[in-house]
């Protein structure tokens, strides 16, 4: 079955640290992929999206990832964090036609 | 752990129908849920935010009258597309947040709608 797993549940930083979420899928085909972030009571936001072309995205507030077909990976990265990126972050993939599947989450605590 | 069940997972209506999708938390209260939709290669668009016993918040563009919610109990909340028409035809997915902490955000599996 397709499936998304984040490999970290819970990822606590200091605020100026660098940050790397891993995010894997299971899936043969070619793949859409999204990280999302959503803040505490807020709705899901997108961060940024791959659909195609240059492996290596950027997104809004600072973040990038990375499309690695090889590994079937598209980490997410920020080399210095704030307070206020606390929050929760979702990779999401959508298998060209098929419906999105996202992984369980991990969340985010960025201390001051 | 926390499940989202979201039914059903495929439905293809006629024009000109209503139809009806339901998001249920099973194991938790949901003081809030949202409500969105893909369209092909694109990103998840939220159409509202719907509060247990109070009425939904829409997105500037979504249809009140066309998108119906209604979020009776900490457990449901549902999602009628009515007057349906092919263009409505898109990927509906919910989430909800769980109504301890409100910092636990759990999707439902999605649902795929075809109006024909």
């Known amino acids: 079955a397709q499936s998304v797993s984040q490999h970290n549940h819970h990822v606590i930083l200091s605020e100026a640290a660098s940050l790397e979420l891993g995010c894997n899928y299971s899936?043969?085909?070619?793949?859409?992929l999204f990280w999302y972030v959503q803040y505490p009571g807020q709705h899901l936001q997108l961060l940024l999206k791959?659909?195609?072309?240059?492996?290596l995205v950027k997104g809004i507030k600072g973040f990038e990832a990375e499309f690695i077909k090889s590994k079937f990976s598209f980490n997410l990265r920020k080399p210095s964090v704030q307070w206020s990126d606390t929050a929760e972050y979702f990779c999401?993939?959508?298998?060209?036609?098929?419906?999105?599947?996202f992984g369980q989450g991990t969340e985010l605590s960025v201390k001051p | 752990g926390a499940v989202v069940s979201q039914h059903p997972s495929w439905v293809i209506c006629k024009s000109g129908t209503s139809v009806k999708i339901e998001c249920r938390s099973l194991?938790?209260?949901?003081?809030?849920m949202f409500w969105y939709r893909q369209f092909p290669k694109q990103s998840l668009m939220l159409m509202a935010t719907?509060?247990?016993?109070?009425?939904?918040?829409?997105e500037q563009g979504v249809e009140k009258d066309k998108f119906l919610i209604n979020h009776a109990s900490l457990t449901l909340s549902t999602l009628t597309v009515t007057s349906a028409h092919p263009e409505d035809s898109s990927f509906y997915i919910c989430s909800a947040i769980s109504g301890v902490t409100g910092n636990t955000i759990y999707f439902g599996e999605g649902s795929w709608l075809t109006v024909v």
């Open positions: 791959y659909f195609s072309g240059d492996p």
């Open positions: 899936y043969g085909g070619t793949v859409n």
């Open positions: 999401a993939v959508n298998p060209r036609g098929g419906k999105l599947i």
């Open positions: 719907s509060n247990e016993g109070s009425k939904a918040t829409y």
């Open positions: 194991d938790f209260q949901a003081t809030t």
